[in-house]
């Protein structure tokens, strides 16, 4: 994981979720077009809306931005932003639910299933067992890769047990944060704190060796809220 951090890995989630698939044949996704694609642009707007009110944690990279937003410790909505368009990821008790992207609209039943495909103009997908088979495998390893990167990491929960000065406790949560989304554990912070605060660190960091950012990372209360990395 040497080179987890470089745009192409840390972009490979979203790339997945936006693989646009053209195979057509059988389907056996049988509802109305018309009736499904209402219904599911209704849950989606109604699971944006309840995420408006939940924590968030937005993280940018370079010219890449994720915002994440979470319930209870569980990840609920996730929105990518890159040169590729907007990603949309849903979450429901943990599992994946649906995503929406330039090229469709996509509903996950509780056991990871596809069950729904539209295209971007809310026609139905009309895909093949082995179409809908791939593109499921796509979606839902993309939006494994999103949790992984975006949710809540041991830091986060053991927070409130740790005893430290704010500098301490800053420096601990933020540097965890950069070992989740770069997937790494090689993070060597090289500078002090250019913000002079115990809720904003910004700093010169190394990963991996060889790999120099500028890092800005916020607390919102003792999570942290938001993380830039800028390649030097």
């Known amino acids: 994981m040497k ?12 790339f997945a979720l936006s693989a646009c698939s053209n195979l057509t044949g059988e389907s056996g996704m049988s509802s109305p077009a018309s009736t ?7 849950s989606f707007a109604q699971l944006e809306q309840a995420a ?14 994720y915002k994440a937003y979470s319930s209870g ?16 990821v849903f979450y429901k008790g943990g599992k994946l639910y649906g995503v929406q992207d330039a090229d469709g609209s996509y509903e996950f039943d509780s056991a990871g299933k596809l069950i ?8 139905e997908l009309k895909l093949s067992a082995e179409a809908a088979a791939k593109k499921q495998s796509e979606l839902s390893a993309g939006a494994k890769k999103l949790a992984a990167m975006l949710g809540s990491n ?11 000065g704010g500098d301490a406790k800053l420096n601990y949560l933020c540097i965890a944060k950069i070992q ?10 090289s500078s002090a704190n250019k913000a002079n605060s115990t809720s904003r660190l910004t700093a010169d960091v190394r990963l991996n060796g060889n790999q120099y950012y500028n ?10 809220a938001s993380l830039t990395l800028t390649k030097k």
Not at 3 to 14: D, E, F, G, P, R
Not at 79 to 86: F, L, P, R, V
Not at 215 to 224: A, I, K, W
């Open 52 to 65: 408006a009110n939940q924590n968030s944690f937005q993280y940018q990279l370079n010219q890449d931005v």
């Open 215 to 224: 890092m800005d990372c916020q607390l919102q209360g003792e999570r942290v």
């Open 154 to 164: 041991s830091a986060d929960r053991s927070v409130g047990s740790i005893r430290t």
């Open 180 to 189: 989740q989304v770069a997937s790494t554990k090689r993070v060597f912070r």
């Open 73 to 88: 410790g569980s990840l609920s909505y996730v929105i990518a932003q890159n040169e590729k368009g907007t990603t949309k």
């Open 3 to 14: 080179h987890s951090i470089t745009k192409v890995a840390v972009l490979s989630a979203v």
């Open 36 to 42: 499904a694609n209402t219904a599911l642009n209704q």
């Open 116 to 123: 729904t495909a539209l295209n971007s103009n809310g026609g």
